[in-house]
């Protein structure tokens, strides 16, 4: 019995053996077209393999379950057999989803390049084709630039990082912390990633989350003579940008040298969530501005705000995406994508709205917290969202879906690989197939744990931690994620909806 993780669609055994040998050398393989996009048929006969395919793609993901036909050490860098007979089989296959994603939070704790290399090696082997970089927050500025220097300069590092959760008396380690990737750094990135059939989304979020923007460039902020630092703490910022012509020239510019390094990028997220819009009300400046645009409010001048990066990232060829809150705000271009972080009520306003939604909410899909309620597991925000409770969630009738890594508690490779999978192979399921994982899912991903072991992830055990993984205990009932997401949920329906929401 084949373990395919994700299943595909169709599975027809074949009569005989083929021998396949490391890297598929000796044996004819021979690619054909197929008519749909990532769609793929692979049929392995005993005088050979044959893939037909929709696009690169769909090859590349044929060849993803040739490896699977063989033994969990072909996910090894050098594979430990010299050759090995696949029963025949054919699979035709086709994902049931376009946006199969992660999210992977740099900003909060810096990864380097050959760390995001390796996540994208990951998301390949999972069929999974999106990697949304979260290159901007309040806790630092994560991307070269040359027209701006000072952003990498101060902004990509803080002096200290907080240690105390959340009620406790403020503690920090005192050590820097920091990194950026060059654009040349990300030009790298996004081919690598083509090369796996994964599509890089950028993100610069604006315009809230701004401190470290604004500790290089106090200029563009809402009082400009305010000055700020890159944040140590986790939380939210009431610095913000100003939504004037001169903000939106900085970011075009911005956005040029990303969109010049990455290449061709399909999608930029533009963030929206969580802006603290008061510096905008007391500013004499913003507020005449907001009345010439014939804006009510400055919620109205936050839609604005979006729709014109909207527009000019449009013109460059890259569709927009946002969270929930720009949304609620209003105003959003017809072809804007959105995040509904705040749950699955508004996901469907926004789908009656005719925007394409990529589901992204909070349970099950912020992998930033526990599996358990318990002090064995890593630190994390909250609990507890399991890999049956992503493996049961229903993604029909949207464009995709995305698993979330926030990184206040993930500081380091190993606590991502712990935080991602195997829940990240619960998504994977899901978003190849559209709907919720069938009964034989948690076999086949027992079966599949030797894959990630051959490939060095170190991943959670079904049945909890392995000692090594109990390091900085996660502290119990801090955040129930369902009260959570009552509350998100709430306010969703307010009017002064971009307001942090925890």
Request: charged residues 25%; aromatic residues 8%; glycine residues 8%.
């Amino acid at each position: 019995m084949h373990h395919f993780l994700p299943a595909p669609r169709s599975v027809e055994p074949l009569p005989g053996v083929c021998t396949l040998t490391p890297g598929f050398g000796e044996e004819p393989v021979s690619v054909r077209h197929h008519v749909a996009p990532e769609a793929y048929t692979l049929t392995v006969r005993a005088d050979g393999v044959e893939i037909i395919a929709g696009d690169t793609s769909g090859a590349f993901y044929a060849a993803q379950t040739l490896r699977q036909l063989l033994p969990p050490g072909a996910f090894r860098a050098a594979p430990g057999f010299e050759r090995y007979e696949v029963p025949c089989v054919r699979i035709t296959d086709a994902p049931a989803l376009s946006w199969r994603g992660a999210h992977l939070d740099v900003s909060r704790h810096f990864l380097p390049k050959h760390d995001v290399l390796r996540m994208i090696d990951l998301l390949a082997m999972h069929k999974l084709n999106r990697l949304h970089l979260h290159l901007a927050d309040d806790q630092g500025w994560r991307v070269e630039s040359r027209a701006y220097p000072r952003l990498h300069e101060i902004g990509s590092h803080r002096a200290q990082t907080i240690t105390s959760r959340k009620g406790e008396p403020e503690t920090y380690d005192g050590t820097p912390h920091g990194g950026f990737y060059t654009l040349d750094d990300l030009r790298e990135i996004a081919a690598y990633a083509r090369q796996r059939a994964v599509t890089v989304v950028p993100e610069i979020d604006v315009p809230g989350h701004a401190s470290a923007i604004l500790a290089a460039y106090p200029e563009f902020g809402a009082d400009p003579s305010q000055r700020h630092k890159v944040l140590e703490r986790w939380g939210i910022s009431p610095a913000i940008l100003a939504p004037l012509p001169k903000t939106i020239d900085f970011l075009a510019t911005i956005f040029d040298e990303i969109l010049g390094a990455l290449g061709e990028t399909p999608f930029f997220h533009i963030g929206g969530d969580e802006c603290v819009l008061d510096a905008w009300s007391a500013s004499t400046e913003i507020t005449a501005f907001q009345r010439a645009q014939d804006l009510a409010t400055p919620g109205d001048l936050h839609a604005w705000f979006l729709r014109r990066l909207a527009d000019l990232l449009a013109e460059r060829g890259s569709r927009a995406v946002v969270w929930d809150e720009a949304f609620v705000s209003g105003m959003l271009r017809e072809d804007t994508i959105v995040m509904p972080w705040r749950g699955m009520n508004v996901a469907r306003r926004a789908a009656a709205a005719g925007h394409d939604v990529v589901l992204t909410p909070v349970f099950p899909l912020y992998f930033d917290y526990a599996e358990a309620a318990s002090a064995d597991e890593p630190a994390a925000l909250g609990e507890t969202i399991t890999m049956a409770d992503v493996a049961a969630f229903d993604v029909s009738g949207h464009m995709g879906v995305q698993f979330q890594l926030w990184s206040e508690y993930i500081p380091d490779s190993r606590t991502l690989d712990y935080k991602a999978w195997p829940r990240g192979c619960a998504m994977a399921e899901i978003a190849w197939t559209g709907r919720p994982a069938a009964p034989d899912f948690r076999g086949r991903l027992e079966r599949h744990l030797g894959r990630l072991d051959a490939a060095g992830v170190n991943y959670r055990p079904l049945d909890g931690p392995r000692p090594w993984q109990r390091s900085r205990p996660h502290t119990p009932g801090r955040f129930d994620v369902a009260a959570v997401m009552r509350h998100l949920d709430e306010l969703t329906l307010s009017a002064d909806s971009t307001r942090p929401s925890m």
